[in-house]
């Protein structure tokens, strides 16, 4: 496989289930992010991690969880979720270099769409 | 003020026109500049970079005027395949966190 995959595509679940979504990059980069984007509304940066480190969290509620295992893996774990966390998450990566003072090109998965019941 | 802002649209635009979208940022001290394109239920992916100078890539050209904050993009000759949602991005404090505009819609039509 190349790019980034996530999985699932499509996920529904109800406001009590546990779910994660999966990401995985084959491009050998060092850093990979979860976007949020809802519908009408620019994308919104969740998560960082840079060199397998967290280093932003977007002030995201605590029923999201991320987990960054190594560099080309990246897990969101979901729990108790709302309604109106019903969005496309977006997964990418990038190759970011240290002192840099740009950000670097990203690249996306397909996104998994996530509907809350 | 919004870090990054775009006018939503959308274009609506004949086949052939020539169309423009300017975006505007608030950070001064952005350095990286992109132009992303989002279709319809797609992952947004890189449609080209903006460099200091400018930058053409065939019928599209991206320009950046530090002075004002903003940046623009001109598409060419517009096939039907252009139709899409452009997506502004610039670094924002950090200097790898990409912050995105809501996007302008663009529809070409024959």
């Known amino acids: 496989e190349t790019g980034v995959t996530q999985t699932p595509r499509h996920l529904v679940m109800g406001m009590t289930n546990k779910k994660s979504l999966k990401c995985e990059q084959h491009?050998?980069?060092?850093?990979m992010y979860w976007y949020k984007q809802s519908a009408k509304k620019p994308l919104e940066l969740m998560f960082v991690y840079n060199f397998k480190e967290q280093t932003e969290n977007n002030s995201v509620p605590s029923r999201f969880s991320p987990e960054c295992p190594n560099s080309s893996h990246l897990f969101l774990h979901l729990h108790t979720l709302q309604p109106e966390d019903s969005a496309l998450y977006l997964c990418a990566s990038s190759q970011e270099e240290e002192g840099s003072s740009g950000a670097n090109v990203l690249t996306f998965g397909a996104g998994s769409r996530l509907t809350v019941l | 003020r919004k870090e990054v802002e775009q006018d939503p649209g959308p274009f609506n635009v004949p086949e052939g026109a020539t169309v423009a979208f300017n975006c505007t940022y608030s950070?001064?001290?952005?350095?990286?500049f992109f132009w992303y394109r989002q279709d319809c239920r797609k992952e947004p992916k890189l449609l080209m970079s903006v460099y200091s100078s400018g930058n053409e890539d065939g019928r599209f050209t991206a320009q950046l005027n530090r002075a004002s904050q903003y940046i623009s993009l001109l598409i060419r000759d517009s096939k039907l395949s252009d139709s899409a949602t452009y997506l502004c991005v610039v670094n924002g404090r950090s200097s790898y966190k990409l912050i995105f505009g809501s996007g302008t819609r663009l529809l070409v039509r024959p």
């Open positions: 491009l050998g980069h060092n850093a």
């Open positions: 950070n001064s001290a952005s350095q990286s």
